[in-house]
């Protein structure tokens, strides 16, 4: 079993900057891949970025390649989600997912434990 635990969210202005952490606990943290996904209100959960047990390979979706930063502190058992100039259309609950498999997986059912989200408001 694996708990995960979300915290940084909030409400900020567009242009604005947020640092999503997400604290795990139960299995071996550094042998996790690490997701952070969103869900707007009517609409399905996305893909946002994913990372390596080691930090060292990171995925992110095209909508937010430049501006989010996944990182990883596995001495915290904690994964973050940076994310810099911040447009409304990122408004979503953003919840952090771990997968027990290698890859850097961008659908849903590859990741096995789930947070419980964190709001994320951009306001315009």
């Known amino acids: 079993q694996v708990q995960l635990v979300e915290s940084g969210g909030g409400l900020v202005q567009a242009g604005g900057s947020l640092r999503l952490s997400c604290a795990a606990s139960?299995?071996?943290?550094?042998?996790?891949?690490m997701g952070w996904f969103r869900q707007a209100p009517g609409k399905e959960r996305e893909f946002v970025a994913a990372i390596n047990w080691s930090g060292g390979w990171r995925r992110y979706a095209d909508s937010v390649k430049g501006r989010f930063t996944i990182s990883r502190d596995n001495a915290k058992n904690t994964v973050y989600l940076q994310m810099n100039s911040l447009k409304p259309e990122d408004t979503a609950v953003y919840y952090c997912?771990?997968?027990?498999?290698?890859?850097?997986?961008?659908?849903?059912?590859?990741?096995?434990?789930w947070g419980q989200g964190t709001q994320v408001t951009v306001s315009s």
């Open positions: 139960g299995r071996t943290f550094s042998r996790l891949v």
């Open positions: 997912a771990a997968d027990l498999g290698g890859g850097l997986e961008t659908s849903t059912y590859e990741y096995d434990y």
